[in-house]
Nanobody, 124 residues
Framework: QVQLVESGGGLVQAGGSLRLSCAAS?????????MGWFRQAPGKEREFVAA????????NYPNSVKGRFTISRDNAKNTVYLQMNSLKTEVSVVYYC????????????????WGQGTQVTVSS
């Protein structure tokens, strides 16, 4: 069982930055998992934001965040990060961390483990 806990969300102004963290709790070790970040705005479907391979050697981003967001991981700390820069206006978007026993993936289906999410609001 993989237990993931996100943190770092909050309120920031447009153009600002936030760093989200996703920590594995208990006896969970993320070192063998592909890790991903997804987000969901109110009334919209969840969408892919970033993914990183088990050893950090490969990352993948959609065009919407490429160049602004950076995913990284510290397997020794059992934590994955999402650095978000040049944030654009968004309201009550929930960012989710997820783990997959698969190669790097941009779709939700390979991710079998999800955190509860952390909410981000970017004000104009």
């Amino acid at each position: 069982q993989v237990q993931l806990v996100e943190s770092g969300g909050g309120l920031v102004q447009a153009g600002g930055s936030l760093r989200l963290s996703c920590a594995a709790s208990g006896r969970t070790f993320i070192s063998s998992y592909t890790m991903g970040w997804f987000r969901q705005a109110p009334g919209k479907e969840r969408e892919f934001v970033a993914a990183i391979s088990w050893n950090g050697g490969s990352m993948n981003y959609p065009n919407s965040v490429k160049g602004r967001f950076t995913i990284s991981r510290d397997n020794a700390k059992n934590t994955v990060y999402l650095q978000m820069n040049s944030l654009k206006t968004e309201v009550s978007v929930v960012y989710y961390c997820a783990a997959a026993v698969a190669q790097i993936a941009t779709m939700e289906s390979p991710y079998g483990y999800w955190g509860q999410g952390t909410q981000v609001t970017v004000s104009s």
